[in-house]
């Protein structure tokens, strides 16, 4: 059963909402997940928005991973995921309230960084380098849910080749959004009340992911560079925006 509160107007938006993002996120590497979540917070109830949107984003990251498993980087998954995991038990445990300034401006910064300064030094791009970034991303998601283009930025700094990149990145991130669905269970979110509008949101996401790998194939590697850092850099400087308004 659908809350009551989301017309079928908004149902049948969302669903061709979740195939428009998750095919911009094939095409271009990142970005769909944050253009879902600004038109959720508008549509849903404030108790659904988070928990529905993990979930969805659960769906379309391992769907994405799952068409593109040829090109994940599985050593660096080796690492990531079992660091992002505790990263995430770390945040369950103290469950402390981070300054959402002081979080948004480092995450945006750190982007930029990321995405036009100079390269990380060689021991950052390594094993102990990736295990912090997975610690301190999966710690971030379970509270802010800001990791996505933090993340997307990282695997990017490590990669060239452009399916590589939004593989490995669909995979990390496919790890990160698990722990929300523990999380917000045992919080007593009723995830059975919202199960159409997720599957259908999941299953037009799919289709928006296959297109978008198709489009990915016309793109050369350099182009891909310069779109994925475009849109990893207005997603830093919205979130900029939002430090500067609280």
């Not at 600004?38 to 949107?53: E, G, K, Q, S, T």
Request: positive net charge; charged residues 10%; contains cysteine.
């Amino acid at each position: 059963m659908i809350d009551p509160m989301v017309s079928e107007a908004v149902f049948w938006g969302l669903v061709l909402l979740s195939a428009g993002t998750s095919f911009l996120t094939a095409t271009l590497g990142a970005g769909g997940g944050v253009v879902m979540i600004a038109a959720m917070a508008i549509l849903l109830p404030p108790a659904a928005l988070i928990p529905v949107h993990g979930m969805v984003q659960l769906g379309s990251n391992l769907g994405r991973a799952s068409m593109s498993w040829r090109h994940i980087h599985w050593p660096t998954m080796m690492v990531f995921a079992p660091f992002s995991i505790l990263g995430a038990i770390v945040a369950s445990l103290i469950l402390l309230q981070l300054p959402v300034t002081v979080v948004q401006l480092t995450i945006a910064l750190f982007i930029l960084y990321l995405c036009w300064g100079p390269k990380l030094p060689a021991v950052a791009l390594k094993r102990r380098g990736l295990a912090v970034a997975a610690s301190v991303t999966g710690f971030l998601a379970l509270f802010i849910g800001a990791s996505g283009p933090l993340v997307g930025a990282f695997i990017k700094s490590r990669f060239i080749d452009r399916y590589q990149v939004v593989a490995t990145f669909a995979a990390t991130m496919s790890v990160q959004h698990i722990p929300k669905a523990f999380v917000f269970g045992f919080a007593g979110f009723v995830f059975a009340d919202w199960w159409l509008l997720i599957a259908l949101m999941i299953a037009a996401g799919l289709v928006g992911t296959w297109l978008g790998l198709h489009t990915l194939g016309k793109i050369s590697d350099k182009r891909f560079d310069l779109l994925f850092k475009l849109v990893l850099s207005i997603l830093a400087v919205r979130l900029l925006y939002q430090a500067l308004l609280q």
